[in-house]
């Protein structure tokens, strides 16, 4: 092989690869005009009409190459790759199989046939040219990738893992690699894992929009989205402001258990208190109330303790007993969030004599409901000329939502389902109830609702009505197996029960 050939193919790849075509098309032209013999020539000048968008002069020069070295795998490579960009597979099958007749052991052509056979729906087939494009070299990432790919197709997700994270090891630019490994982690939830894998994709490429979404997911996966309308629900928030206004005028240390972002610290700060301290579970929350709280500017007037109350120590945590405590750790049916465990621990363990508890107590309250958008929504009836009412036997037998977004009647008197006085210990209870309804009305089920007394002066409530305000909490409903025509007057019997946890509401 001439000095000059060899001069003249560098000459012609070095041009290639810095994207200068139209040099590039000058040498392969005299390469082929003065080295007509050589596959080499043609393989340049098939590489450049491909650049230029000349597909078919690409194929003429490659299959000239494969004619001039029949046992050359490149031109069959080449070819290859032509055919499957075009979406010629079966053409592009035969030119890889014929490569690797020549070159039995080259990776790059079990890789680009194991694409292919993907690609045709031969998955099987894809693994086993892929496994041997990855046996023949080992550091093959591009190989490692499409294994897992190939195997994730198949459904074998945790064999799909091992692939991919070969795949990223080796070359963390793969980042869709790290992103595929990253999200069977999180389907087995090893949440430890998928976070670490999306953190060095954003290490390398803090734009990634994929990773940065895993990221956000992971980080709010333990925050119920019901912290966002509570922050915004402002008749709550003002009846609290206006009960810890009060306990302000009495001073003291205050313990807000259940921080969130922090709001119900902050207007402790703004009413007087010189001593805050505030205790929340999730680590995240704690770090974001952190963040809120700096950027009101009171970090110096409020300690966020990232534990449980439960896990906080008077004199570790704490200086001494609190003489105010504040929380809002309620759910909808205000014992879902383990109000009562937590007092009695608090009341014991973390509480000066004599301290004051805001709320003081709360209570449920219930009401027979009715709503034709509700009964549309939640049961069969007829449609289309059709009788579909046998469908209920699969109508929910109770729901959560804020009634307020729905046209809706209360068609009895309110009553109260249950009271809780927290600075005293409530064992599990059960009891039963009669509502009566107040009109004639197709009657669907219970609406239940809270209600706390956050001081002597105080009270909110969120009884259902059409405020269009944002609701912290939502309201229960408890439905018929059936809707009920009733008429004023009309009795329904409500069983009602708890184990300080669970309530649950029965209608009969």
């Not at 046996?135 to 294994?147: G, S, T, V």
């Not at 608090?346 to 709503?371: E, M, N, T, Y």
């Amino acid at each position: 092989m001439s000095q000059q050939f060899m001069s003249m193919l560098r000459k012609a790849q070095q041009e290639l690869a810095a994207e200068r075509i139209l040099e590039a098309a000058g040498t392969a032209r005299h390469l082929v005009e003065g080295f007509p013999a050589m596959a080499d020539s043609w393989i340049v000048a098939g590489l450049v009409a491909r650049r230029q968008g000349r597909d078919a002069d690409a194929e003429q020069a490659f299959r000239t190459a494969a004619n001039r070295a029949p046992k050359h795998p490149e031109p069959w490579r080449q070819l290859g790759i032509l055919y499957q960009v075009a979406g010629r597979l079966r053409e592009a099958e035969a030119a890889y199989a014929q490569g690797l007749r020549a070159a039995p052991q080259d990776a790059a052509l079990n890789n680009n046939l194991g694409t292919t056979l993907r690609a045709l729906g031969r998955s099987k087939d894809a693994e086993q040219a892929l496994r041997n494009a990855v046996r023949k070299r080992a550091d093959y990432a591009m190989a490692w990738q499409n294994l897992g790919n190939c195997l994730a197709e198949q459904g074998r997700h945790d064999d799909a893992m091992e692939g991919w994270e070969k795949a990223w090891t080796l070359d963390p630019s793969l980042a869709d690699s790290g992103l595929a490994l990253a999200r069977t982690l999180l389907n087995n939830r090893k949440f430890d894992k998928a976070e670490a894998v999306y953190r060095k994709i954003l290490a390398r490429d803090p734009d990634n929009a994929l990773a940065q979404r895993g990221l956000r997911w992971l980080r709010r996966r333990n925050v119920p989205v019901w912290h966002f309308p509570m922050m915004n629900d402002t008749p709550r928030n003002e009846a609290y402001r206006a009960a810890i206004r009060r306990a302000a005028q009495r001073g003291g240390r205050l313990l807000d258990i259940g921080t969130g972002s922090g709001l119900l610290s902050m207007m402790a700060a703004e009413a007087g208190f010189q001593e805050i301290h505030t205790c929340e579970m999730q680590p995240e929350v704690a770090e974001a109330a952190r963040a809120v709280i700096a950027a009101n500017g009171l970090s110096d007037r409020i300690n966020v303790i990232a534990k449980k109350s439960t896990d906080v120590k008077v004199g570790k945590d704490i200086p001494g007993p609190a003489d105010v405590l504040v929380t809002e750790t309620f759910d909808s049916a205000l014992l879902g969030e383990y109000i009562l465990p937590t007092m009695d621990h608090a009341r014991h363990a973390l509480l000066a004599p004599g301290a004051q508890v805001i709320p003081r107590g709360g209570s449920l309250k219930a009401a027979l409901i009715s709503g034709e958008v509700l009964r549309q929504q939640f049961y069969a009836g007829r449609s289309m000329g059709f009788d579909l009412s046998a469908f209920n036997q699969f109508s929910p037998l109770g729901v959560s939502l804020v009634l307020d977004c729905y046209p809706h009647e209360m068609v009895s008197a309110e009553q109260e389902v249950f009271r809780f006085d927290l600075m005293s210990p409530h064992p599990a209870e059960k009891r039963v109830i009669r509502l009566a309804a107040d009109r004639d009305a197709t009657v669907i089920g219970v609406a239940v609702w809270l209600s706390l007394d956050l001081d002597d002066e105080t009270t909110f409530e969120n009884k259902p009505g059409a405020t269009g305000l944002a609701s912290g909490w939502h309201h229960g409903v408890s439905f018929f197996l059936e809707p009920r025509e009733m008429k004023s007057g009309d009795t329904v019997e409500v069983i009602a029960s708890h184990d300080r946890v669970v309530v649950e509401i029965v209608v009969t």
